[in-house]
C-alpha cells in the first residue's frame, strides 16, 4: 500500500508539473537532456543505431520546440524584474547587486535568442551565429552571477544558524534547533542551486566560439549528462517547494 501511495504521489505531482508553464518546460528540458545523453551513448556504440539517431532527433526537435516557447517570456521576464527592482527587500547589498545584474542579463538574453531564432526561420535578413553567441554569452553571465549570489547566501544563511543557536534560551531551544534545521534546507537548496548552474555553466562555455576555454570539445554524451543533472536538479528544487528562514 506504501508504495502504491508513494507511485500516485509521483504520478500527481508529475501531473501537476506538466500542467504550469515552468514545470512543463522543465519537465521538457529534462526529457530532451535525457534524450541527447542515451542517444548520444548509443550512436557512440553502434554509429548505424537507428534508436541512437531517433532519439538525438528528438532531442533536438524538443530544444527547438523550448526556444520557440522562450519567444512569450519576455514580459514575464519584465514583470519579475520590476517586481524585484532595486532589491529593497534584501538584507545583503552583494545579494542584492548580484540579483540586479542577473535580472538584467536575463533580460537581454531573450531579444537576443528571438532575433537568432528569427534568423535561423529566416524571418528576417542578418546573420543568426553571432545573435547566438550572444544569448549563449548572456545566459554564462547569467548563471555565474547565480553561483556567486549562491555562495554569498549560504555565508550569510551559516552565520544566522550560528546566531540561531548561540542566542536561544533553554525555553526556545527547540525553536532554535527547528530554525537551524530549516535553514540548513536552505543551504543544502544553494548547494544544489550551484551544481545546476555549474553544469549549465560547463555547457554554455561549450557551445562558445572555437578558442574560448573547452569551446566546441565536449561530446554530445556529455552535454546531454551536464544538461541532464542540472535539470534533474531543477526539478528537484521545484517540488521540495520553499523554505523559511529565521531571521
Request: glycine residues 8%.
Amino acid at each position: 500500500m506504501r508504495i502504491r501511495q508513494i507511485m500516485q504521489n509521483s504520478v500527481e505531482s508529475f501531473i501537476n508539473a506538466l500542467e504550469s508553464y515552468r514545470g512543463r518546460d522543465k519537465v521538457i528540458r529534462t526529457v530532451c537532456y535525457g534524450s541527447q545523453l542515451v542517444g548520444a551513448v548509443l550512436a557512440g556504440k553502434n554509429a548505424q543505431s537507428s534508436l541512437g539517431k531517433s532519439l538525438l532527433l528528438f532531442s533536438a526537435q524538443l530544444s527547438d520546440c523550448r526556444t520557440t516557447l522562450r519567444l512569450f517570456d519576455d514580459l514575464s521576464m519584465l514583470a519579475y524584474s520590476t517586481g524585484y527592482g532595486l532589491g529593497a527587500s534584501e538584507e545583503d547589498a552583494l545579494v542584492r547587486w548580484m540579483s540586479i545584474l542577473n535580472n538584467v542579463a536575463d533580460q537581454l538574453y531573450y531579444p537576443c535568442e528571438h532575433i537568432a531564432w528569427a534568423a535561423d526561420a529566416e524571418l528576417i535578413k542578418t546573420k543568426s551565429d553571432r545573435w547566438w553567441v550572444r544569448s549563449t554569452g548572456l545566459w554564462g553571465i547569467s548563471l555565474i552571477l547565480s553561483i556567486l549570489r549562491s555562495i554569498r547566501s549560504i555565508q550569510i544563511l551559516k552565520r544566522k544558524s550560528q546566531t540561531c543557536q548561540s542566542s536561544a534560551s533553554a525555553e526556545s531551544r527547540e525553536e532554535a534547533f527547528s530554525q537551524k534545521a530549516v535553514l540548513q534546507r536552505q543551504i543544502r537548496g544553494e548547494v544544489f542551486s550551484i551544481l545546476s548552474s555549474l553544469a549549465d555553466l560547463s555547457n554554455a562555455i561549450h557551445w562558445m566560439p572555437p578558442g574560448f576555454l573547452w569551446a566546441g570539445r565536449f561530446p554530445p554524451w556529455l552535454v546531454g549528462l551536464m544538461g541532464t543533472t542540472s535539470s534533474l536538479i531543477g526539478l528537484l528544487q521545484m517540488s521540495s517547494g520553499d523554505q523559511g528562514a529565521c531571521s
